[in-house]
């Protein structure tokens, strides 16, 4: 239903007074109809504005006051945050644009169960997930545990007298002031719980109801403060500095735990919590706020550095002091959970964020020099194969130009290897991540995009697409392969030259490992197939190739064979038969899985087409070269050229004479926003904007 304001603008002093309505209307009804969507990259906002107070609604208009513990659903589809100032519990709805809304509490402070609407808490700090769509959630100034049913929508008292104490009995009956941390145990359907100010942990038996005391009197964990659970096992640390510990279970019904071995050393823990086989310490060292400890190889420990996605730290030291991205006060608790859904993010909550955010661990430190790789042997940062919902994964393949930068850039950031890498954070790929997720957000998109690089510096990019990128695919679960090819020279000369280094596959491609016997065989060996004998016949009748003794086949200029009609049709035959290949092993995938996985290929011109670079008439030879490969097999064939000539001398400089004219980092953010510009203005990902109604997307204003 739409309305009509209709408002008389006449003489006199009301006048301006109207106009001033009518325009305050306008700017409202404009900032009311446009929504902005969460972004997931590797720090973001899940949900506050930034200082303290109450108020629901969209995420980035969100008010909390002093948020706590958090709990996550088994499905990550839910955030629960105890919103301790607020005396409320309140939820971010993380696959509904993360909006925010009031669980339960009324915001006074004081003691009622009933109803989540009339519910009252004193300072609700702490929250753990139950079986059957429960929430246990301790109420601080209450002393007590409060337990919220999902499905009755109604909140009782768990256990707690209500008095100051370490009482053990039935649940109802036990004194629980000053409860530290809490974490469940599923295997013993026990709630484990930290009391500092008695040195000890207790377990409420969630099955009998009972409240027991299961550790105390260990002078390594003298003040056990934080706990976390692994596998079957509980991690704890203890109050201020000293160490976070495995602790293992006598088995008795009535059970003991005690220490079974030092994980690493802490300081000031506010919060723990596991993904896979490592431990995450959220600490009060600001130089130092997060690490990471294995809880499988000796207790190695990494400090986890916040990285901006411009590639600087975000932390304090050094000449350029950065105010950090977390902070916590010397013995402040915090929230800090790991996302269910992605076991690489995790979200945080703390008095001095006022809110909530999330931020992903990609193993940025050790992989942020653009020439190491990550587990996978890829030029990229660490991504967990399992796939946020709402994540769109594009896997770039291709050679070296999609990443690889310039000499400058690496000294730029004080890497003394000089090997012309740069800082991963500048690459196109990351860039390209950057820009879809911020443009995403802006226009409304409900869809996190991922970028992966799979490119292989050095070799044909190819063996790239036929041999890494089918497992990859599969593994990672990808939405879309961008074959990026150009203009380069040395990747024509590198390519077609394979054809006779290496024995071919029953496909017709040459394989992707080096067989020394293929190459140390006859040189006419090496030319029996059809594609690579018509190439040696073009260069024997033209004078540009030649055998070295008796097993050597090598040409003096590809180039001048591209530039020969006939000879830029072989090639094409040679690097067409591979794309031809994986379209077919693509195919099959998507056959199996009965999931499509888009393809396109992506040409980009580099300056060493021709003397002249982006000028040489040298583009359109290569350009037409592609997408006379690309049409026959069916590939949708993208043309960056147009676009690329319109700017590159706006953002010049954009690559060196060096390095093979690699793209430097203005190259590369260029390289990216003409590639984010193509691929939602031609569609080729899905860029749906979101329609809401306006109601809706603002309740609480």
Not at 70 to 92: F, Q
């Amino acid at each position: 239903m739409e309305r009509y304001i209709t408002l008389r603008l006449g003489g006199g002093r009301s006048s301006g007074k109207y106009l001033l309505i009518v325009l305050s209307l306008a700017w409202g009804l404009a900032y009311h109809a446009r929504a902005v969507q969460p972004v997931y990259l590797y720090q973001d906002l899940v949900a506050g504005q930034g200082s303290p107070g109450f108020r629901d609604g969209p995420f980035y208009s969100a008010l909390f006051d002093h948020p706590q513990g958090m709990a996550v659903d088994p499905e990550g589809k839910t955030l629960y945050v105890a919103d301790r100032e607020n005396n409320r519990i309140r939820i971010i709805r993380l696959t509904d644009s993360n909006q925010v809304e009031t669980l339960a509490g009324t915001g006074e402070a004081g003691f009622a169960n009933g109803l989540f609407s009339e519910a009252v808490f004193h300072h609700p700090t702490l929250l753990v997930w139950l079986p059957g769509g429960r929430l246990a959630v301790y109420d601080a100034n209450n002393r007590v545990f409060r337990l919220l049913d999902l499905k009755l929508k109604k909140v009782s008292t768990l256990a707690g007298s209500g008095k100051e104490g370490r009482h053990d009995g039935k649940s109802l009956d036990a004194d629980l002031g000053g409860v530290c941390n809490v974490v469940y145990l599923q295997q013993k359907n026990a709630l484990y719980f930290t009391q500092p100010i008695y040195g000890v942990i207790r377990k409420l038996d969630l099955s009998s109801l009972e409240v027991s005391t299961v550790f105390q009197g260990d002078s390594r964990l003298p003040k056990p403060a934080t706990l976390c659970v692994y596998q079957d096992k509980i991690c704890a640390s203890d109050v201020g500095n000293g160490g976070i510990y495995l602790l293992k279970s006598d088995g008795k019904p009535t059970e003991r735990l005690s220490v079974d071995r030092k994980i690493c050393e802490s300081d000031w823990v506010a919060a723990l919590t596991v993904s896979g086989d490592w431990l995450y310490a959220l600490q009060e060292d600001k130089k130092n706020p997060l690490i990471r400890a294995s809880l499988t190889s000796g207790g190695k420990v990494v400090s986890i550095a916040f990285r901006s996605v411009f590639g600087a730290k975000i932390q304090p030291g050094g000449d350029t002091w950065v105010s950090p991205l977390i902070s916590l006060e010397r013995g402040e608790l915090a929230g800090f959970v790991t996302d269910s859904a992605s076991p690489d993010r995790f979200f945080v909550a703390s008095r001095y964020l006022s809110g909530v955010l999330s931020f992903k661990d990609g193993s940025f430190d050790p992989l942020i020099n653009g020439g190491s790789n990550n587990q996978e042997g890829m030029p990229e940062f660490e991504y967990s194969t399992a796939k946020n919902p709402g994540t769109y994964r594009i896997l770039i393949v291709g050679s070296s130009y999609p990443f690889y930068q310039s000499n400058a850039d690496e000294k730029r950031w004080g890497w003394k290897d000089e090997s012309g890498n740069g800082n991963r954070m500048e690459s196109m790929p990351k860039r390209l991540e950057l820009l879809l997720n911020a443009d995403a957000s802006l226009s409304d998109v409900p869809l996190h995009f991922e970028v992966l690089n799979a490119c292989w510096a050095g070799q044909a990019p190819f063996l790239a697409l036929c041999y890494g990128a089918p497992g990859l695919i599969k593994k990672y679960d990808i939405d879309l392969v961008l074959y990026v090819v150009n203009s380069s020279n040395a990747d024509l000369s590198r390519s077609c030259n394979l054809y006779f280094l290496r024995p071919l596959s029953k496909d017709g491609i040459p394989g992707i490992i080096q067989d020394t016997e293929y190459l140390l065989s006859p040189w006419n060996r090496k030319i029996q197939n059809e594609i690579p004998r018509k190439l040696y016949e073009l260069g024997l009748s033209k004078h540009l190739v030649h055998t070295s003794g008796s097993t050597q086949v090598h040409f003096d200029d590809f180039m001048v064979m591209f530039n020969d009609r006939d000879g830029r049709k072989i090639m094409g035959s040679m690097l067409g038969k591979p794309i031809e290949v994986f379209k077919t092993q693509l195919d099959e995938m998507n056959k199996a899985t009965g999931k499509k996985v888009g393809f396109h290929l992506c040409f980009v011109p580099v300056r060493d087409a021709g003397l002249n670079g982006m000028r040489s008439e040298d583009l359109k030879i290569f350009s037409d070269f592609w997408r006379d490969i690309a049409n026959p097999l069916g590939v949708p064939y993208l043309d960056l050229t147009p676009p690329f000539v319109a700017l590159s001398e706006t953002y010049w400089p954009i690559d060196e004479p060096a390095y093979g004219q690699h793209f430097n980092a203005n190259g590369h953010f260029l390289f990216a926003y003409i590639l984010e510009h193509e691929l939602v203005a031609k569609k080729l990902v899905p860029f749906d904007r979101v329609e809401k109604k306006v109601n809706s997307i603002h309740r609480a204003e």
